[in-house]
């Protein structure tokens, strides 16, 4: 059987994967807000260890459709790895349509265009991105390892190769003073992306991270519903995107949005301009009911 290790982690889209920890951990495992990865030491899981898994998915959970390459940064494993896991996938699995995983910037650093574009024609179609933000102020202070030009550069190299790019950014990092900035660089960089899919996420502080010691500090300015709801519109509002499908239906959102840009764009930023100007109509989600 499967036998997880530690907190399991996956994008609202693959809540119908299966979930493989083909590595454990995050090698970059910096970042302020994060908490993900924090107990575990990053490492490649055994080859073997993983085909017991697979073959035990194959006997026991029928026609397996997607799967998603967990922990958070599976992609950092070398290209051989990968393939073989990839190979016996495919082998276990032949109605499979879709494999995914996480990528951080470093990774997506490292990897080359012709060693995804590879990968990509063995199963590894989409990754998931946490752009978090276009400004490099903001970036520089999550300590995220890259500005937004380098994230573009990266994210570009994915999109070469063929690969969805699933991309979030996280509103409320960069507090009030900053949130403008946020938004609009933010909106500039995922327009340099263009990736296929946009979601926002609200950011939430965790015990055991740098962000929660700055709250506790004093340090962090927390943003309410409204001002959220500001940012996010501001960031839709700039948004110049070709064919993008956006959502922010992650649990940590006070507002569950959804459509396509640019197409829905207008719809979007009219619905956010009634809940500014009639903020007790709005239908907040309330603290009770978010999580990350």
């Given amino acids: 059987m499967i036998e997880y290790q530690g907190s399991v982690f996956r994008p609202p889209s693959e809540a119908n994967s299966l979930i493989l920890q083909a590595t454990l ?32 998915a194959r006997d026991n959970l029928g026609g397996v459709r997607k799967i998603f390459l967990a922990d958070g940064d599976a992609l950092t494993a070398k290209a051989s790895f990968l393939h073989e896991v990839l190979d016996c996938i495919r082998e276990a699995f032949p109605r499979l349509q879709r494999v995914s995983c ?22 590894l ?52 003073s900053g949130s403008d900035r946020h938004a609009k660089e933010s909106a500039r960089v995922i327009n340099a992306i ?49 064919s993008s499908i956006f959502r922010s239906n992650h649990a940590s959102n006070y507002l569950a949005l959804k459509g396509t840009l640019p197409k829905d764009k207008d719809a979007l930023v009219d619905v956010l301009d009634e809940v500014l100007a009639n903020p007790r109509k709005a239908a907040f989600v309330p603290d009770w009911l978010r999580a990350l």
């Fill in 102 to 123: 996480y990528a951080s910037p470093q990774s997506l650093q490292i990897r080359t265009v012709e060693e995804m574009r590879e990968l990509k024609q063995a199963g």
């Fill in 194 to 242: 263009s990736p296929r899919f946009v979601s926002t996420l609200v950011v939430t502080p965790v015990e055991g991270t740098p962000l929660w010691d700055q709250k506790l500090a004093g340090d962090v300015d927390e943003l309410t519903p409204i001002e959220l709801a500001q940012e996010l519109r501001t960031f839709l509002a700039h948004t110049d995107l070709k």
């Fill in 25 to 56: 951990g995050c090698s970059y495992n910096k970042c302020t807000f994060c908490a993900m990865y924090r107990e575990k030491r990053f490492r490649v899981r055994p080859i073997a260890e993983l085909r017991k898994e697979i073959a035990w």
């Fill in 125 to 176: 179609s989409q990754y998931y991105l946490g752009v978090e933000s276009g400004c490099d102020a903001t970036l520089l202070h999550m300590e995220k390892g890259v500005d937004g030009d380098e994230m573009v550069r990266v994210a570009n190299k994915a999109s070469d190769a063929g690969i969805k790019l699933s991309t979030m950014i996280l509103l409320g990092i960069a507090g009030r």
